[in-house]
């Protein structure tokens, strides 16, 4: 086999298989640390053999395989001989001879997204230790979605791991008392990874590819398991209506295109009505949750499809709703475009003035927004100065252009 034919057999698991391999690496030593290492070090080893052996029929069972034994290695070097090293010992070839059956996969990714959601974890490593080590992203990545710097989030990620290792954290679906709790706390996750795959991002590590379609998977996989809790509806529902917008978000150029001016010809209707499906069925359970009110705020933003665009005074009460389930600077921002669209841009300007200023420093939405409510209210030169830093703070070449081009015509 060639050698590109090679790297690419070993990108295309990379990108497929990340997360699922260190889920069953990190499922019983819950080392996740330890396992990323063994897991780069079997993805080094491929590169090496498979352009002179050729690819395994079944290439995540050798690299597990690989990264097993690269992990019993070590623990023998060290001469650290525990429980864990005894289990591995035992279970060592199990993936050599067990076929490697898609339909097992969804279930250890869930189960160490439950794992991150651990209460013993800090709230603030939970989401983006789940992007990392069920899908292999890198802190470049994911800092803007969680309003930090790449080296924090790196190093709060850190901590995050040598705690699971330290107080030996099981890798078990939590106990029903303690479902409601963690439950959030794997929604929050799959939805910062659609979020995280909405777009590119300067400087980050390449898009791996279907990260969306990965978290719209786990989302009906979650809804499947509690099909009696309504909020995973709600963010399966939230997250088609985005994905049925995919197409237009973009024109053939790639330039971007704002929600209020896309060619909803362009929709995917299909998606839009298993949405409205899933949301009505969540709704029926009649217990509201934050992730049901932005599906519904969604599904108010495509109604225009149908001819009858829902009454700015609407939006308004949906994001006051949200804001009182639960708090946030994205739908404060939000709230404050929906109060311009009904009452005007002082109205909406002053409600961002209400944000605390260190709360939206670097705070890319919020300087977008005040910038087009500056030009709506005809602040030329402060609006340009807003959009100034609006296009510093952005991390995608294609909104940059087009804030620059809202710029020069404010």
Request: proline share 6%; with cysteine; glycine share 6%.
């Amino acid at each position: 086999m060639t050698t590109p034919a090679a790297h690419h057999a070993a990108e295309r698991a990379a990108r497929e298989s990340y997360g699922r391999l260190l889920a069953i690496l990190s499922a019983r030593t819950h080392d996740i640390a330890a396992s990323e290492d063994a897991l780069a070090d079997a993805f080094a080893r491929a590169l090496e053999r498979w352009p002179a052996d050729g690819v395994p029929v079944q290439p995540d069972a050798w690299l597990l395989s690989v990264a097993r034994h690269r992990k019993l290695d070590a623990w023998r070097h060290s001469r650290v001989q525990d429980d864990a090293t005894q289990t591995l010992l035992l279970l060592a070839g199990e993936m050599d001879e067990a076929d490697p059956d898609a339909a097992t996969v969804p279930d250890e990714r869930l189960r160490l997204l439950f794992v991150c959601a651990h209460p013993a974890i800090d709230a603030a490593a939970r989401a983006p230790l789940m992007l990392q080590t069920v899908l292999g992203l890198d802190a470049a990545r994911m800092a803007g979605a969680f309003l930090t710097s790449p080296s924090a989030l790196g190093q709060r990620l850190v901590r995050a791991k040598a705690r699971i290792r330290a107080a030996g954290i099981p890798f078990e679906y939590p106990q029903a008392r303690d479902l409601p709790h963690r439950l959030r706390d794997v929604l929050d996750g799959i939805y910062a990874a659609y979020g995280t795959g909405w777009d590119d991002v300067d400087g980050a590590d390449a898009l791996p590819r279907g990260l969306t379609t990965e978290a719209i998977d786990l989302g009906r996989i979650l809804c499947r398991l509690l099909p009696a809790e309504p909020e995973p509806l709600g963010l399966l529902a939230l997250m088609l209506f985005c994905e049925a917008r995919t197409t237009a978000r973009r024109t053939e150029a790639g330039a971007y295109v704002p929600l209020d001016q896309q060619d909803i010809t362009r929709w995917d209707h299909a998606l839009l009505a298993e949405a409205e499906h899933h949301l009505r069925i969540a709704s029926a359970m009649q217990s509201l949750g934050p992730y049901q009110l932005e599906a519904a705020i969604q599904s108010a933003h495509c109604e225009r499809r149908a001819g009858a665009p829902v009454p700015p005074e609407v939006l308004v009460s949906l994001y006051e709703g949200l804001l009182a389930l639960r708090p946030s600077i994205g739908a404060q921002v939000s709230l404050a475009c929906a109060l311009a669209n009904a009452r005007g841009p002082e109205i909406g300007l002053r409600a961002l003035d209400a944000i605390p200023s260190d709360e939206v420093a670097s705070y890319q939405p919020f300087w977008a927004a005040r910038a087009h409510l500056l030009a709506a209210g005809g602040a030329r030169v402060a609006a340009r100065q807003a959009y100034d830093r609006a296009i510093g703070l952005s991390s995608n070449g294609a909104v940059r252009a087009y804030l620059h081009a809202m710029s020069e015509r404010a």
